[in-house]
């Protein structure tokens, strides 16, 4: 797995209970004021524009929240390669 930006927009208040009850259960580590999840859940997240940065490295620019998938395993997300045909 790897980081392509971070979500802070799109969740209800609803979410945020939920996220904060099950992401607690999920901590792998953390570093200073950033918490690290095992790889548990899927959200559908939108964003205005996918950008490359020199290194190669994808970004989401803008991202939101859409959904939170509980029909979905980790397993079923999407890939790099995905996002780079979506970009």
Same mark, same amino acid.
């Given at each position: 797995? !790897? $980081?392509?930006?971070?979500?802070?927009?799109?969740? $209800?208040?609803? @979410? #945020?209970?939920?996220?904060?009850? +099950?992401?607690?259960? =999920? !901590? @792998?580590?953390? +570093?200073?004021? =950033?918490?690290?999840? #095992?790889?548990?859940? !899927? #959200?559908?997240?939108? %964003?205005d524009?996918? %950008?490359?940065?020199a290194?190669? =490295? #994808?970004?989401?620019?803008?991202?939101?929240?859409? %959904?939170?998938?509980?029909?979905?395993?980790? $397993? @079923?997300?999407?890939t790099?390669?995905?996002?780079? +045909?979506?970009?």
């Amino acid at each position: 797995y !790897v $980081s392509v930006g971070k979500v802070g927009t799109g969740f $209800s208040d609803w @979410d #945020l209970d939920y996220l904060t009850t +099950e992401l607690r259960k =999920n !901590v @792998d580590h953390f +570093e200073g004021d =950033n918490y690290y999840f #095992l790889p548990r859940m !899927v #959200l559908t997240v939108r %964003s205005d524009l996918i %950008s490359t940065d020199a290194k190669g =490295n #994808l970004g989401l620019r803008f991202p939101r929240c859409v %959904s939170i998938r509980h029909d979905k395993f980790a $397993s @079923d997300a999407d890939t790099l390669t995905s996002l780079q +045909e979506m970009a």
